[in-house]
Each structure stands twice: as C-alpha cells, then as structure tokens.
C-alpha cells in the first residue's frame, strides 16, 4: 500500500487511506462548511470562505503566530463527516486567510474518489 506522497518540490503527504487507518495522525487538520463538500469531491482547491463560514474550523493563531503557516500540509475533514475528504497544503497562513477572506486558502493534492485513492499498489 501507499502511505505517503509528494507533489513536485511541496510538502509530503499522507494519503487519506493512512489518514482513515490511522485517525490520530500527527498532522494539522482544517475543516470546511458543509458548501464545500462537493466541489472538494471534484477536485477543487478549497476557498478561503470554506475555512471561515460556519462549520469551517483552523487551528487557532497565536502571539507565537498562526494555527497553521503558509505552505503546511494540511488533512481535510468536512462538517458532519467522520472521515477525511482531501490533504493539501495551505497556500496562505491562518493568520492571513482570517485577515482577508478571499482567494484560494488551500491546494489540493489529493481527495476521495482520485486515481490515488483508488489505486492499491504502484508497480
């Protein structure tokens, strides 16, 4: 099986298989509003208002800085789901998407129903 990958020079990333078998990762997690759900399904970058609206949740910022910094790698939950729909990386820190609500907040990599969710093995 596959348990991590990486895109280019960004940063690696658990698949969401892993991330299922293994809930408690050690990784940053975001959760977007139910809206986002089926964009999110086809494919789509997660919008910074996905993050903000009610049912989207960051970590909280800090004096020390924000939840999360720009180019993080990121494990996508959506409100009222269990599991995992998407990992990516954020393409602006907390702190900014806060700030100015506007624009795409986190590219993703990988998401539920990909070529690489449904591939088993890499010959």
Do not use: W
Not at 45 to 71: A, I, R
């Amino acid at each position: 099986s596959l348990f991590f990958f990486q895109q280019r020079d960004g940063p690696i990333l658990p698949t969401l298989k892993l991330v299922h078998q293994y809930p408690g990762l050690l990784m940053k997690n975001v959760k977007v509003d139910r809206g986002a759900i089926p964009y999110l399904l086809g494919g789509a970058n997660v919008m910074c208002p996905g993050l903000t609206n009610d049912g989207g949740f960051m970590p909280d910022d800090s004096e020390d800085g924000p939840g999360v910094d720009k180019g993080d790698g990121v494990v996508i939950f959506a409100e009222g789901k269990e599991y995992a729909i998407a990992v990516g990386f954020m393409t602006k820190s907390s702190a900014d998407i806060r700030k100015n609500c506007k624009g795409i907040g986190i590219e993703i990599s990988h998401f539920l129903g990909d070529g690489l969710y449904q591939t088993d093995e890499i010959q």
